[in-house]
């Protein structure tokens, strides 16, 4: 990692020089002074903000760069950022990481409305893949707790997405824009059409757009010397035998494809010149997604499942909004928004030689209520709301047996009928006290509580239900100090909390080969303080931000031993298992460093860098010998950066950039990643580790004429071998990725 950096630096320093010598920045400066000083975000508070009024760290995503980079989904969408990293257990997935924090301490926002419901895991979390990225207006990334305006779940940051909006038409003619593009990509042989179509007036607009995408086997890179990453062999089905089967092929990745439609539709309409009123529809569904992660674990030094999959995951969500904006005494803008959402998801496994086929069906059905309003008071703005959300959870469990067709019930993975809901008022303050200095404050009050019965048909419960009524008051303050023209500080100080959901408290199921999770519904909330500086250099087209944190989070919910009606292990699925229960048992402290830059070098050249720091303990209080027990934490990743030089100008666009993570040793993986040892490497005493690794990416596009543009791309050029850190899933080799897109605006 030093190494690495050290190289980065030294790049950068070069450039530095290279660009001084050669550019103006006389002459460039006005111009590029503009457009900083407009630059808004639109996610804080969600309302529309100066980007240096803002003291949190921000990434933001546009369109132009999404259609340039070409993701494959929206969680390799938030990865080529390069400032957050994303496990994937299967080619159907993505779980974000940010911070030292993922799946369900990490909030998913799609136009104002919270995607997390109350079955997100503490497990990784394939959800944000539900998201169309080619249906992304803008994105942005806020770094940090965001409890105050999202409640639980914000701890460790917040990703909104703003789906394509419809426009309206600025005079009498009617407006239509659209685009539409077609891709393919050699590794996974994704085949992925798109279109997209506005239809605008000058008071009545709507927008459709529908993406499909087919996913093949993928397969993995030849550098890096990792053998054990291969797929020597596979499990198929013949006849009543489940056969183990050579790989001709052992770099391709048996049963990892995949299919997934996802379709947008939106109509707004002007009620009157300070009025506006929208519905969306959006529809996302992927086809069986097999869990890869498991289905390369071995038993008895034999493949141990004949069959995991995640069934199609389907998510669809209804939104009307309505937008105020008129001049009153508690409000100058004023949005309320109702959605409703539908989730499901399944998951559907068979060991090998075992004719029953267990199916767990998860359906969610979530309502919520925002009101959200801003106010200019003197030289400050107010913004304050309240919210409601609830959901509905049911939960079934089945075993049909694949030799005859026979079926029967089983046990569910959660208590089905339960009920989750959280309410919530909050109100912040932002004030420019003077042309150099903005101070911000805000607090929020929520009310959480769920409420779920157990069966004890399959299993002897100890407990018949469980009953959470909790409130938690969380708060904000923070400072941006700009130091004349160029310089700016910042400093933050938050607090986030999450309230146990469904999955925490009801949860039956094999975390692990040998682990049985049960439920425990004794869990409480768990809670975090976050402490941010940040200084950033901004000068004619120069962007220098590095940014500090330290967030501490007490009561955490881990996974630990557990008695469950008295034993510590039970049979489960035929399998003697240790009991294990998520329990308020430990502290996480994670510290860490981010450093981003942007420099323009010379006429339509640029370089950029993103580097991530990150690094985290658990502290383990049922230790029982009298002293603290630190282990690493899990979602705290190595240390990784991206590395970019670009040209764009004119009908040309070009990027050859590097991406690099660093390697974790067997002492610094959690102690839940030490046992996951058929997805990791192997050092010299045997023991898993996490190598390190790079890509050397090489993207293009040359448009055409005004509507047609081409794109190329030449990714891990050297064809390395590598494995994300705790993914199950091999990264993809060396890949061309083509393809062509339409586009009038």
Not at 54 to 70: D, E
Request: overall charge positive.
């Amino acid at each position: 990692m030093a190494c690495y950096m050290r190289k980065c630096i030294l790049i950068f320093s070069l450039l530095l020089v290279l660009r001084d010598t050669v550019l103006s920045q006389e002459t460039a400066r006005d111009s590029i002074k503009v457009a900083e000083l407009n630059e808004v975000i639109f996610s804080f508070n969600k309302w529309e903000q100066q980007l240096n009024e803002v003291p949190n760290k921000i990434t933001k995503i546009s369109r132009a760069q999404i259609l340039f980079r070409q993701p494959q989904t929206s969680a390799d969408m938030l990865a080529q950022t390069g400032t957050v990293f994303i496990q994937k257990s299967q080619m159907g997935g993505g779980s974000p990481m940010i911070r030292g924090f993922a799946t369900n301490r990490v909030l998913l926002v799609v136009d104002g409305v919270r995607m997390n419901n109350a079955i997100y895991r503490s497990g990784n979390l394939q959800n944000v893949i539900s998201i169309d990225p080619l249906a992304i207006e803008e994105s942005e990334v806020v770094f940090g707790p965001g409890s105050l305006i999202y409640g639980s779940d914000a701890i460790g940051g917040v990703m909104d997405f703003h789906s394509l909006e419809p426009r309206f038409s600025s005079d009498s003619t009617t407006l239509i824009e659209a685009g539409a593009l077609a891709r393919y990509s050699s590794a996974n042989r994704e085949k992925t059409i798109h279109a997209d179509l506005n239809i605008g007036g000058r008071r009545v607009s709507w927008v459709g757009s529908i993406t499909y995408s087919s996913f093949d086997d993928l397969k993995m890179g030849k550098h890096g010397g990792q053998d054990n990453y291969l797929r020597p062999e596979y499990i198929q089905r013949i006849g009543m035998n489940d056969s183990i089967r050579k790989n001709a092929d052992p770099r391709v990745q048996k049963y990892t494809g995949y299919d997934q439609v996802n379709i947008l539709q939106k109509i707004k309409i002007r009620l009157s010149d300070k009025l506006m009123m929208q519905y969306g529809f959006t529809y996302a569904g992927t086809g069986s997604a097999p869990r890869y992660d498991r289905l390369i674990q071995y038993r008895g030094g034999n493949l141990r499942f004949a069959e995991w999959n995640y069934g199609p995951m389907l998510w669809r969500m209804h939104n009307l909004n309505f937008l105020h904006a008129k001049k009153t005494a508690l409000y100058d803008n004023a949005r309320l928004t109702m959605a409703y959402q539908n989730y499901t998801e399944s998951r559907i496994d068979r060991q090998r030689n075992r004719v029953s086929r267990n199916i767990q069906t998860e359906h969610v059905k979530a309502a919520s209520l925002n009101w959200d309003a801003e106010k200019t008071l003197g030289r400050g703005q107010l913004f304050w709301g309240a919210e409601y959300v609830h959901n509905k959870v049911g939960s079934t469990g089945e075993i049909i047996d694949i030799s005859n067709g026979n079926k029967e019930q089983a046990v569910s993975r959660y208590p089905d009928g339960s009920k989750w809901f959280s309410s919530g008022l909050y109100g912040s303050y932002k004030i420019n006290i003077n042309n150099a200095l903005t101070a911000s404050s805000g607090i929020r009050y929520s009310y959480t509580g769920l409420d779920a019965d157990f069966d004890d048909t399959y299993i002897p419960f100890p407990y018949d239900n469980a009953r959470l009524r909790k409130g938690a008051f969380t708060f904000n303050t923070g400072m941006v100090y700009r130091a004349g023209n160029h310089w700016q500080f910042n400093a933050n100080i938050a607090s986030g909390y999450r309230m146990p959901n469904i999955d925490d408290i009801g949860k039956l199921f094999e975390s692990a080969p040998g682990n049985i999770t049960v439920p425990n519904p004794a869990l409480k909330p768990e809670y975090a303080w976050n402490f941010e500086t940040g200084l950033a250099y901004r000068s004619a087209g120069v962007r220098v931000e590095l940014t500090g944190f330290h967030t501490l989070l007490e009561d955490a919910i881990v996974r630990r031993p557990f008695s469950f009606n008295g034993q510590d292990s039970i049979f489960f699925d035929g399998t003697r298992g240790r009991v294990e229960a998520l329990q308020n048992v430990a502290r996480a402290t994670v510290w860490g460093l981010q450093l981003s830059t942007i420099i323009p070098i010379y006429e339509g050249f640029s370089a950029r860098l993103n580097a991530n720091y990150i690094t985290g303990k658990e502290t383990d209080e049922t230790a029982g010998d009298g002293e603290e027990k630190q282990v690493p934490l899990r979602h705290a990743p190595p240390f990784y950066g991206n590395l970019a030089l670009a040209y764009l100008k004119g009908k040309i666009q070009v990027e050859l950039n590097t991406i690099y993570n660093s390697r974790l040793s067997n002492s610094k993986l959690a102690p839940t990643e030490q046992a996951k040892a058929e997805i990791y490497a192997v050092d010299r005493e045997g023991r898993p580790y996490s190598p390190d690794w790079y890509t050397v990416n090489l993207n293009t596009s040359y448009r055409l004429n005004s509507a047609f543009s081409i794109q190329a791309a030449w990714e891990n050029i050297t064809n390395q071998r590598y494995r994300p850190y705790s993914s199950g899933l091999v990264a993809a080799g060396s890949q061309v990725v083509v393809g062509v897109r339409y586009d009038v605006r």
